[in-house]
């Protein structure tokens, strides 16, 4: 009974969370009345739309999650200088982009989004395209003499750490 | 005190690192000479160069004694949405192929945007 109460009240609980953060944040003061506001909106919203979400994400891990975030942050700095010098220092002539295939593992639509998010957000290579069945990922990358040894860095960096967050 | 000399150093650095990068993508962007490679020049600016501007203006808004988080916010949604942008270039250079093409993939038959359903072929054989 409480649990089919609270599953009808918070059919997705992180996104209530995420709208009264964003809400206090777009007010740009933290008052009380700004709290409740925003609590309110985040059970209204995910109620509302509800109907046309897709079941939510099982088994999601939070304290994995966050330590990923840090992973993907630190690599984005780093990244980012080493691109920055390869634009800088490298003629194009000697460049070598290519494509690298990457087969997933990964079976949810939510994780294979955030692995796709994070290679275009980490420098040097961008996500383009999944196969039509969805079982790999089509990447290019800036600048790689060796497409194996890209796909075999996304695959134990970030794809073994997301089958660990989604499942 | 202490915020008084530290902060204007630390808003100086963020801007500093904010404009190497955005400076690099500019340069990037002029010098590489595909349509995919060019795209990877915009996509770094947009992470690291415009994040570090949002978090020098956060500790200026601090110093001004005038706190604003909003910019927050903008990292949040920049992060969120810049990948789909990139996405979507990507796609359409493979639909238009306008790049060099990607081998076909291991484990299905083809790339999704380079799925064309039977009756789409049919209709553009008649035209």
Known sequence: MLQSLLRWLFPHPLLT?????????????????????????????????????????QGFRGGKMLSYTLLVIYDIIVANIHVAWIVLTKPNSKMKPAWVEIPLDLKTPEAITLLAGTITLTPGTVSADLSDEGHSLLVHALDAPDPAAVRDEIKTRYERRLMEIFQ | MIAETFLPLAIAFFLCVGLLFTFVAAIGLLKLNDGMTRLHAPTKAGTLGIGSFLIASVLHSFLMGEPSMHELLVIGFLFVTAPVTANFIAKVNLHTRSCDMPDAPSVDTTWSTLDTPEVDKVIASNE
């Open chain 1, 17 to 57: 969370v995420l709208m009264a953060i964003s809400w206090i944040l777009l007010q740009n003061e933290f008052s009380a009345g700004m709290f409740v506001f925003g609590i309110i909106l985040g059970i209204v919203i995910p109620i509302g739309t509800a109907r046309w979400w897709p079941d939510r994400p």
